[in-house]
């Protein structure tokens, strides 16, 4: 059984239907990038899967969460427990340390002092800045501060890792370190990862890549064709 699965999913706001019936599989440890020109629903669907939105109509599954039967409160616990979150801004709070911002996850969950700084100190290992812990968002690069973002996202251990154009303000070197690391999040603990993504050059990093057009999945591309027909792939998604 797949690890996500939407069946005719559709997402009005007011009249306007920003998804219009989407159909998706993704397999619990793949590494999915999301496609498509600006509008064409890619964060409204990312939004759903991630509990931050809910479903206008159809079904929608994540793991054990139907997410279409939720209520608002049960959303927030199904975030809470399961889900992590990248975005393009980093939304790092300026006057904490970045381990206190990598800790704010774990004070939701009720964990104790001791524990959360254990934890906190773990993820800034995985994205390389256990020795900035005491610095401010300020203090840092772009980069850094992304690479913050992500430790706060994996604090928790959350079995899926929701990205939306989480290298946009970066250059391409550090966009291949943010790179590096979603691979290995993905290689090394198993984590489910989907990326919403303009930059295509980057889609050589998933197993597979869907496409998104006017609220509607119309094609997902397999392992084969993403990594030994890049190019190939890149100037056809260019121009359709």
């Given at each position: 059984?797949s690890?996500i ?5 559709w997402?009005y706001?007011?009249?306007y ?14 590494f999915r ?13 990312l ?6 939105d809910?479903?206008?109509r159809?079904?929608?599954r ?5 997410l279409?039967r939720l209520?608002?409160?049960?959303l ?10 990248v975005f ?7 006057r ?12 939701a969950k009720g964990?104790?002092?001791i ?12 994205v390389?800045?256990r ?5 401010r ?5 772009g980069?850094?501060?992304?690479r913050?973002?992500i430790?706060?996202a994996i604090?928790?251990?959350?079995r899926?890792l929701?990205a ?9 070197k550090?966009?291949?370190v943010?790179m590096?690391?979603?691979r290995?999040?993905?290689r ?8 919403v ?14 496409r998104?057009s006017d ?13 030994e027909?890049?190019d190939?792939?890149?100037r056809?998604?260019?121009t359709?």
């Amino acid at each position: 059984m797949s690890f996500i699965e939407a069946r005719d999913v559709w997402k009005y706001y007011g009249d306007y239907p920003a998804l219009r019936g989407i159909n998706l599989e993704i397999n619990e440890g793949e590494f999915r990038c999301i496609i498509g020109p600006s509008g064409s629903g890619k964060t409204t669907l990312l939004s759903l899967i991630g509990g931050l939105d809910g479903v206008s109509r159809g079904y929608l599954r994540v793991g054990p969460y139907e997410l279409h039967r939720l209520s608002n409160t049960e959303l927030d616990r199904y975030r809470n427990e399961f889900v992590g979150f990248v975005f393009q801004l980093f939304y790092l709070i300026p006057r904490m340390t970045v381990l206190e911002n990598v800790e704010l996850p774990l004070i939701a969950k009720g964990i104790g002092s001791i524990e959360r700084r254990k934890l906190a100190l773990e993820a800034l290992e995985m994205v390389g800045l256990r020795d900035k812990a005491r610095k401010r968002p300020s203090e840092l690069s772009g980069g850094e501060q992304q690479r913050v973002a992500i430790a706060r996202a994996i604090v928790a251990k959350p079995r899926l890792l929701l990205a939306d154009e989480p290298t946009g303000n970066l250059d391409s070197k550090t966009a291949a370190v943010i790179m590096d690391i979603f691979r290995k999040l993905n290689r090394e603990l198993g984590m489910t990862i989907i990326m919403v993504t303009h930059n295509l050059e980057l889609i050589g990093n998933c197993h597979r890549v869907s496409r998104i057009s006017d609220g509607v999945i119309t094609r997902t591309y397999d392992v084969p064709q993403v990594r030994e027909n890049l190019d190939i792939l890149i100037r056809e998604l260019m121009t359709a």
